[in-house]
């Protein structure tokens, strides 16, 4: 009974434990890199993936709200990519089912800058993009 | 010991809005200091949230997150009363756990 009950606790998932974080995903500088380090394809451009609370004029790069949400079906995962930040990749976001497909945050970006957003969805790459423009960036010293 | 979390998660409809604010440094590795030396990265890299067991969001993290991390997501399956649990770990593996009731 011991031993069951230890396999039952053995083999239910650890809900909390979060997955290893992918140091070579946030390591690249451009698309093409960073959607190998991610084991994806090149995405196909989407209007399904809506970009709100961001705006167009970020008077501080430190803190730039970025909310995204997807209504492409079977959304797997959010990505946040800022182009031309030393590192291209944000932030990625994997959304359960039953977990709306929207997620909002805030961001630094070090200056004008187009944001993608990159949608995992059934096993395929969609993104969006919308450009910010920064009068004061959040990266340099 | 970072400081705590503030979580808030309200049922609206039949979903539950979790918001959260985080207190942490998040430094990029890419500022100096005032003798000229690099200031070492130090940054949340993985933050789940789960409700009942469930994960309901997982993240990873890069240091373009800002400084005091703010993030807003919801789902379905949440009741009045059951808990969200928000755990994050650094870049020093630093870990800190926040639990907030549903209202």
Redesign the interface.
Known sequence: MLALLAAAGWLKPD?????A??KA??ETHDMAETMKALGGAEPAQSKDIVFFQTPDIAENG????IGIASNIPKTDSIAIL?EK???M????????A???P?????????QTSNIYALVKADGKYYVASKEVKVTLG???? | MADPMKIRANLVGD?TEVKVLMNHE?E?G???DAQGKTIPAWFI????A?CN???????????????N?????????GAKGDKV?I?W?DSRGDKR?DEATIA
């Open positions: 809900a909390a434990h979060a997955q974080w992918n995903a946030f430190a803190v730039v709200p800022i930040n030393p590192n990749l944000a932030a990625t976001f994997d959304i359960p039953g977990t709306e929207t997620i909002s945050t805030r961001v630094k970006m070090g959040g990266c340099g010293g | 979903s998040m990029t890419q500022r100096k890299q993985s933050v789940s789960t067991d469930k994960t309901v969001l997982s993240a990873q993290w890069g240091p373009a997150v800002s400084k991390p703010f993030l807003s997501f919801k789902f379905k399956g649990v755990t770990v756990t």
